[in-house]
Nanobody, 115 residues
Framework: QVQLVESGGGLVQAGESLRLSCAAS????????MGWYRQPPGKQRELVAA???????NYADSAKGRFTISRVSAKNTVHLQMNSLKPEDTAVYYC?????????WGQGTQVTVSS
C-alpha cells in the first residue's frame, strides 16, 4: 500500500505564492511519475504538472511560467511551487503517483486564491 500526504495549501491573495509538498511512503518499488492534479469547484480533475523518474516534466498551459514542479527522488517527495496565483487557480490539489499500472492519489489540499 502506498500513502501520499500533501501539505502546503491555504488561502492567499491574487499574486501571492504557495508551495505544495507531497511525501510518498509505503510499498513503493518504482515510480514512473509523480505530479499534481487539481479539481476546481464544479469541474473535472485536471493535470497541473508532472515529473517522470527521468526528470522530464510537463505542465498544463495554465501553469506554464508560473508553477514549477520539483522532485526529491531519494525522499519520494514532490513539490509544486506556485507563483503569481490567480483566482482561477482555486481548487483542491491532489498529489499523484504512478507506479507500473498502479495509480495512487493523495487526499487533496485546498488552495483558495482571493481577488
Amino acid at each position: 500500500q502506498v500513502q501520499l500526504v500533501e501539505s502546503g495549501g491555504g488561502l492567499v491573495q491574487a499574486g501571492e505564492s504557495l508551495r505544495l509538498s507531497c511525501a510518498a511512503s509505503g510499498s513503493i518499488f518504482s515510480i514512473n511519475t509523480m505530479g499534481w492534479y487539481r479539481q476546481p469547484p464544479g469541474k473535472q480533475r485536471e493535470l497541473v504538472a508532472a515529473m517522470t523518474s527521468g526528470g522530464s516534466s510537463n505542465y498544463a498551459d495554465s501553469a506554464k511560467g508560473r508553477f514549477t514542479i520539483s522532485r526529491v527522488s531519494a525522499k519520494n517527495t514532490v513539490h509544486l511551487q506556485m507563483n503569481s496565483l490567480k483566482p482561477e487557480d482555486t481548487a483542491v490539489y491532489y498529489c499523484n503517483l504512478q507506479s507500473g499500472a498502479a495509480n495512487y492519489w493523495g487526499q487533496g489540499t485546498q488552495v483558495t486564491v482571493s481577488s
